[in-house]
């Protein structure tokens, strides 16, 4: 069985977590330049037709009361390396595609872990208590 875990609206949602008083609001991660580019956006910034790799003045423009935070690439690091780890507790056959998301294969680990249905809980659980932040798998 294989698993697709991808940390929700990472860059946003690490800036939320450390930052409380962004919590609720409209985030975009990214350069306010006027050739900036939105890296992430909050779930609270996507009603307004914001979203990752869209110009940052398009975005602006859809949601002008966002709050735009530049990337803190050492920080997102940080979280990742984190989030690895509670991958690699699971199976040591972690195949990451990017900074925030994996393909885990749990062939073999049923007898240590139960079917993959209670793997993928599993997992966001850890997630959410070790990272403070929400996973999809």
């Known amino acids: 069985m294989i698993l697709h875990v991808d940390l929700d609206a990472f860059y946003a949602s690490v800036e939320q977590r450390d930052r ?36 940052m003045a398009a975005a602006r423009r859809l949601c002008p009361h966002a709050v735009v935070v530049p990337p803190r690439m050492e920080a997102y690091g940080a979280v990742s390396a984190k989030f690895r780890d509670v991958l690699d507790a699971f199976t040591p056959l972690v195949e990451p595609i990017s900074i925030d998301e994996a393909f885990l294969d749990l062939g073999g680990t049923e007898r240590l872990h139960g079917p993959a249905p209670q793997v993928a809980r599993a997992i966001k659980e850890r997630v959410r208590a070790e990272l403070g932040l929400t996973a999809s798998v």
């Open 20 to 55: 409380p008083e962004l919590r609720g609001q409209p985030v975009l991660v990214g350069s306010a330049s006027r050739r900036g580019v939105v890296l992430a956006a909050s779930y609270e910034a996507r009603p307004f037709g914001c979203k990752s790799a869209m110009p």
